[in-house]
């Protein structure tokens, strides 16, 4: 998916930007503030390395966000979505979320998977508003305290 996504030069107004080796500290530095079991420096440089669709979403050059997406055979898969932590809560995700579908629908996909803990209930709040459905359970798929946690499948299907 290489669509440029329309962007503006308003201050305050968050740009998405494609992920360098050089956001890796300050990716990881979030993700490491965020999660339980974070993504190692290793996934992302790994996802970067395979050219997975990597995207930095920044305001006035402070990181509020990043996504990784991963597209074969006619389906994305949104493998992560965060939100750094003084930006939660305040509808950063929701657009964030919103300028990835639209990057998977301008790229022709068919559909965008993901997966996400069932203890994650507000994201899961966020994906049905945008129209994902729930379609399967992955059994101890996440790390968790203790022993591991179940994922939820969720897709968004596309017009043809």
Known sequence: MSAVLNQTDVPGTPRLERMQAADLDAVVAVEAAIYSHPWTRGNFADSLRAQYDCWVWRIEGELVGYCILFAAAGEAHLLNLS????????????????????????????????????????????????????????????????????ALIYVLHFES
């Open 83 to 150: 939100i750094a932590a003084p930006y939660q809560r305040r509808g950063y995700g929701s657009a964030l979320l919103g300028r990835v579908i639209t990057l998977v629908r301008e790229a022709g996909e068919r559909s965008l998977f993901l997966e996400v803990r069932p203890s994650n209930e507000g994201a899961q709040r966020l994906y049905q508003r945008f129209g994902f459905r729930r379609v399967a359970l992955r059994r101890d798929y996440y790390p968790a305290h203790p022993g591991r946690e179940d």
